[in-house]
């Protein structure tokens, strides 16, 4: 039979892996790194780099891919993350055909948050032959921007929301919640919000070397966010981040 172990691998500090995740990438008969083009080569490089420092097994094979690219223009978001998961789903089909055949294991060193917006088991779901799947959990970037911050993410008895930069600039303030968590921002949406009585704590590249932290009042550190994350994306040529507001 085929097995495809989705195995989460923190956000980007090589001593956040478990043991169960160590077993798992030793395990595998087949590891598949995907490259996500230039601008995004520290995060194949990261696979690499663990592979290098945890797999003992000589048996396993790693096999680097390129990932097609979603459609950022595309006016119907639903249908084209569809397509763009389907897509990817033919490639990883087609990796895993060209280098195990339809027995063993293979495995995909998952970043960041599988459980909230990585999509690989949605991905996964749609592959051909489909496999037994199994999900080694991770080290989550909320996790990692909460002990960044030595911050409880809830107040006592009170909710929290998860939610996107995309929803929070199209619908505002979620109602029902004094504490949100934002991810998937690509551009910094927390200036849609009046900022007077207003937190953030904001962090980017989490877990690795490059991480940047800061917080405090949004109407006064609002502005210098935007700007360093301006010039980290610059820099890098990609940005990952995500932060919590609190009123």
């Known amino acids: 039979m085929l097995m495809l172990s989705l195995i989460g691998i923190g956000c980007g500090d090589p001593q956040q892996l478990t043991q169960a995740a160590i077993g798992a990438i030793n395990a595998a008969d087949l590891i598949l790194i995907p490259r996500k083009g230039t601008a995004k080569s520290d995060l194949a490089e990261l696979r690499r780099s663990i592979c290098a420092d945890v797999l003992t097994s000589a048996r396993t094979r790693i096999a680097e891919f390129d990932l097609p690219v979603r459609d950022a223009d595309d006016p119907d978001y639903r ?3 569809d397509d763009w998961h389907d897509a990817v789903a033919a490639v ?3 990796e895993i055909a060209n280098h195990l055949g339809g027995e063993g294991r293979v ?3 998952i970043w960041g948050d599988p459980s909230l917006y990585d999509s690989s088991l949605r991905i996964a779901r749609r592959l051909d032959p489909l496999p037994a799947i199994e999900v080694i959990p991770g080290i989550t970037s909320i996790q990692a921007l909460c002990a960044a911050h030595a911050l409880p993410l809830n107040e006592i008895g009170e909710p929290f929301l998860v939610t996107t930069g995309r929803l929070l600039r199209e619908n505002g303030w979620p109602a029902g919640v004094d504490t949100i968590v934002v991810m998937l921002d690509g551009g910094a949406a927390f200036q849609t919000l009046d900022p007077e ?11 690795m070397p490059d991480q940047i932290i800061m917080a405090g009042e949004l109407a006064e550190i609002g502005h210098r966010i935007v700007a360093a994350r301006r010039e980290a994306r610059e820099r890098h ?3 990952m981040d995500s932060y919590i507001l609190r009123r």
């Open 237 to 239: 040529g990609w940005i």
């Open 197 to 207: 009585g207003l937190q953030i704590w904001w962090g980017a590249y989490l877990g």
């Open 107 to 109: 495995a995909l060193m």
């Open 79 to 81: 249908k084209g993350v």
């Open 92 to 94: 990883w089909s087609r």
